[in-house]
């Protein structure tokens, strides 16, 4: 049986969201599917099941919406911001440092086998994987450069589905472009395009799909009415185009838009929450309507650090008014001292944090990369870690004033339920996991009345 490969004819054309819902809609039909991406670049990460290992957010999502245990192999090689044209490397779960871009790309062809071995690996298992590309499949200048469209493609002979996103404009110029500027051989292995995020009067773009199969010669699968999913998100340019109904909210949270945030996907369920209003902030002033203010996860503790103080959010965050919660990055901006000594983050060795608990943190050289449940201010929950930085505790609390390292906190009921009711009395709460099934389901019910999964899964078995 043949694997899949997702082509976007664009960037954040739906890739990410369609790459899932097939998988959902495969596993539905009795297939035995993993999601897959080779390389992966994204602040946003989770910790695998196996081998506790950090992939990317999306193939972690597919996993876990058909009961798959995550895997490194999923996503052998994840990329996050480092410092000035420098990305952090993890290799198969792994951290490997802080690699400068030209390197990187220069010595592109040593990972190739490490994505080739992942790939095949999986394939043992597995009968079909949907391998989701990444950006634009036809970057002439990197083209040869490219682990997640054109090599695996080529090395696994993979089936290939266009996705373009309409909402973008010029979708028959990004269709018929790409499809020209693929290689010949790949256009061969191309099933068909799905037109994306459509919105208005379906029969209007009638004549488009008659274009598109009789004068570029490719099968529409699909138009796919827009649809908000405000779940697995993959980077900050998605969650900021998220969808909320605020119109029964009876509390507003900010979240502190820090310029190298990292794993949003902490607050999705306070997205998902019509008792919430969300807002990602990134001045003082938009700070006083808030009655909680969030300083998330970052990638760059420091440098965001001194963002957040050159932006007026250092005496707000630093007086006792307001119920203020850190996570991870933003737990270790709230001691007095952040110790670097090792120069892991940043050129500093010691910096002031806000001070708002006694003592420091220091950066380590070993990443902490782990999931569990934990003692989270007197509630048991279950999550996640990623960092570098080490303190006495994992968690600490005093009155208003909750941080912990551990993400995906917000996912807990009675967590939140323990949280909001102090900000405000008559916050309801519901179940997140429930609403979380119930999403996946029904997005993927969407994804399959409006494209051909028949001819998908036969083109699959050719």
């Known amino acids: 049986m043949h694997s899949l490969s997702i082509f976007g004819t664009s960037?954040?054309?739906?890739?990410?969201?369609?790459?899932?819902a097939i998988t959902y809609l495969l596993h539905e039909r009795g297939i035995k599917v993993a999601p897959f991406k080779a390389q992966n670049v994204s602040n946003n990460s989770q910790v695998t099941d196996i081998?506790?290992?950090?992939?990317?957010?999306p193939q972690a999502f597919a996993a876990e919406a058909i009961g798959?245990?995550?895997?490194p192999l999923m996503n052998p090689i994840l990329l996050k911001s480092g410092g000035k044209s420098k990305a952090?490397?993890?290799i198969n779960g792994k951290s490997i440092g802080d690699k400068d871009v030209w390197s990187y790309y220069r010595d592109i062809y040593t990972l190739k086998p490490i994505v080739k071995s992942a790939f095949k690996k999986l394939q043992k298992e597995y009968a079909a994987l949907v391998a989701e590309g990444a950006g634009s499949p036809v970057e002439l200048n990197l083209m040869?450069?490219?682990?997640?469209?054109i090599y695996i493609a080529k090395k696994f002979h993979t089936k290939i589905i266009l996705v373009a996103d309409i909402q973008r404009g010029g979708v028959f110029a990004s269709i018929y472009g790409v499809y020209k500027l693929l290689p010949k051989k790949l256009r061969k292995n191309i099933i068909g395009v799905i037109v994306n995020k459509f919105q208005g009067d379906m029969s209007l773009f009638d004549s488009g799909v008659a274009i598109i199969e009789q004068r570029f010669g490719i099968k529409v699968l699909g138009v796919v009415p827009f649809k908000p999913f405000n779940l697995g998100f993959e980077d900050s340019a998605s969650i900021m185009g998220y969808k909320q109904n605020t119109k029964n909210a009876i509390i507003k949270v900010?979240?502190?838009?820090?310029p190298h945030i990292s794993n949003f996907t902490d607050f999705e369920p306070l997205i998902v929450d019509e008792e919430i209003e969300l807002n990602f902030i990134s001045n003082a002033t938009e700070a006083t309507a808030c009655d909680m203010l969030i300083i998330p996860g970052s990638k760059r503790v420091v440098d965001d650090l001194q963002w957040l103080k050159e932006r007026g959010f250092e005496r707000i965050l630093s007086s006792k008014e307001k119920t203020v919660v850190g996570i991870c990055g933003g737990y270790e901006m709230l001691f007095e001292e952040i110790l670097d000594p090792l120069h892991v983050e940043s050129k500093h060795e010691s910096v002031s944090g806000l001070g708002r608990f006694k003592g420091s943190v220091t950066f380590q050289k070993e990443k902490i990369v782990k999931k569990g449940c934990y003692n989270i201010w007197g509630i048991m929950a279950q999550g996640y870690e990623i960092h570098n930085a080490i303190a006495k505790k994992n968690a600490k609390h005093k009155r208003n004033l909750y941080a912990t390292f551990v993400h995906g906190i917000f996912e807990n009921d009675a967590l939140r339920l323990k949280l909001f009711r102090e900000i405000n009395a008559n916050y309801k709460g519901y179940n997140f996991k429930e609403f979380k099934a119930n999403a996946i389901k029904e997005f993927a019910n969407h994804i399959d009345k409006?494209?051909?999964m028949d001819f998908i899964e036969a083109n699959l078995h050719e």
């Open 51 to 57: 081998d506790a290992g950090e992939i990317a957010i």
């Open 11 to 20: 960037s954040d054309a739906g890739k990410s969201t369609l790459s899932f």
């Open 144 to 149: 040869q450069k490219d682990l997640s469209n």
């Open 68 to 71: 798959l245990q995550t895997s």
């Open 450 to 452: 409006h494209i051909d």
């Open 88 to 90: 952090h490397l993890i």
């Open 254 to 258: 900010g979240v502190l838009k820090l």
